[in-house]
């Protein structure tokens, strides 16, 4: 099924690599990347091995890898805590093809307000957004970035373009973000276009240092989804 989207209106044209906002962009925002990366390993890393064990509880396997569109649409596998029941995806064909309403909001939204498929541990890892921390792999390898755009799926990437998304093809996708903070329980698949525009236009360390601040408060909190 494919969805037609309009552009979403509102968004800035694209700035030029040019300021202080293109120098950190280019140079400044990888070397803070990694230097966050070494100085939170020894606390996240042991984390991330207790929650694996206890994902691994169920039986299936407690990473989930799966491919992801990064910078300059290049591929990665992007590495989560598993959230949902193993064969997710068969059973969420299943589902859209017994229930044409669900189906029509998985396709505009691609998410659900109420999935079935998110197991017992995989609710609380969402809401505290714990299941991206095996994330820092990826950033270790510079397929990611702390702060930036949310890293989507092989198969959205025509319907994000159809948006007018162009901002994020030059950008590492973020573990964070303007649109994980802001908009990511209340909003359209093709409504990202307009906030990974918005933190094109300014990003910046501040800006950063901002992003992960308010994400320490959804883990606190557990407001995320």
């Known amino acids: 099924?494919?969805?037609?989207?309009?552009?979403?209106?509102?968004?800035?044209?694209?700035?030029?690599?040019?300021?202080?906002?293109?120098?950190?962009?280019?140079?400044?925002?990888?070397?803070?990347?990694?230097?966050?990366?070494?100085?939170?390993?020894?606390?996240?890393?042991?984390?991330?091995?207790?929650?694996?064990?206890?994902?691994?509880?169920?039986?299936?396997?407690?990473?989930?890898?799966q491919p992801r569109v990064g910078k300059d649409g290049r591929i990665f596998n992007c590495w989560k805590l598993r959230t949902m029941v193993v064969d997710a995806e068969a059973a969420l064909k299943a589902m859209c093809d017994d229930c044409p309403e669900l189906a029509r909001e998985w396709h505009v939204n691609q998410k659900l307000s109420k999935d079935p498929r998110i197991t017992r541990a995989g609710r609380f890892l969402r809401a505290t957004s714990l299941d991206e921390l095996p994330q820092l792999f990826n950033v270790f390898r510079g397929d990611m970035s702390f702060v930036g755009p949310r890293p989507f799926l092989i198969d959205q990437e025509e319907i994000y373009r159809e948006a007018g998304g162009k901002a994020y093809f030059r950008m590492r996708p973020g573990i964070t973000g303007?649109?994980?903070?802001?908009?990511?329980?209340?909003?359209?698949?093709?409504?990202?276009?307009?906030?990974?525009?918005?933190?094109?236009?300014?990003?910046?360390?501040?800006?950063?240092?901002?992003?992960?601040?308010?994400?320490?408060?959804?883990?606190?909190?557990?407001?995320?989804?």
């Open 1 to 65: 099924m494919k969805l037609s989207v309009s552009p979403v209106s509102g968004t800035a044209p694209l700035g030029s690599e040019e300021g202080s906002f293109g120098l950190y962009r280019r140079f400044g925002k990888r070397l803070f990347d990694m230097f966050l990366a070494l100085f939170l390993a020894p606390v996240i890393v042991p984390v991330i091995i207790a929650l694996w064990f206890w994902v691994r509880r169920d039986g299936g396997p407690g990473f989930f890898i």
């Open 178 to 225: 303007i649109w994980q903070v802001e908009g990511r329980n209340a909003t359209s698949f093709a409504a990202r276009v307009g906030f990974d525009n918005r933190y094109f236009e300014t990003t910046s360390l501040l800006r950063d240092l901002g992003l992960i601040l308010r994400t320490a408060l959804i883990v606190v909190r557990r407001t995320g989804r």
